[in-house]
């Protein structure tokens, strides 16, 4: 079986944490809640379009900023980094820009309230021909 792309992850949180993550993942990411199975624990799964890839699980008793075991980060591809730099700006969100070197991509790294390394991706060739105008 050939691996297609990414399916989800699944972020575990607390409770009363859910609200933050799910405004987190909603603003910085446009993530949308939708239907998720009955389950043991209360979360959300959020979707870009009709796809949910990040799961919510709030198991945890607190909130847990020590660390994020075995997982470092999240990559999500982005598009319009120009305007992604600035909205992150306008509302203070600190992020790192870093290039990729020998390759024609730009990440973006910042954390969701959980501490979460999150990473946005922009293909540079592709960023260009949107500026010229060529959507296709």
């Known amino acids: 079986m050939p691996i ?3 399916h989800h992850f699944t972020i575990r949180c607390a409770p009363d944490n859910l609200p933050e993550n ?3 993942y909603g603003k ?3 993530l949308t809640p939708g239907p998720r199975p ?3 624990a209360p979360g959300f799964w959020l979707y ?3 796809h949910p890839v990040v799961h919510l699980y709030a198991n945890l008793a607190h909130k847990d900023m020590a660390g994020t075991g075995p997982l470092d980060h999240i990559s999500f591809r982005g598009e319009g980094l120009e305007e992604t730099r600035a909205f992150l700006r306008a509302d203070g969100i600190h992020f790192d820009d870093l290039p990729v070197p ?4 730009q990440q973006l790294f910042l954390r969701d309230p959980n501490g979460l390394k ?3 991706t922009f293909d540079l060739e592709q960023e260009e021909k949107h500026a010229d105008g060529d959507h296709a």
């Open 118 to 120: 999150i990473e946005l």
């Open 22 to 24: 799910v405004a987190f």
């Open 4 to 6: 297609t792309g990414l």
């Open 38 to 40: 009955v389950m043991p």
């Open 102 to 105: 020998g390759w024609p991509l």
């Open 48 to 50: 870009a379009g009709d």
């Open 28 to 30: 910085y990411l446009k």
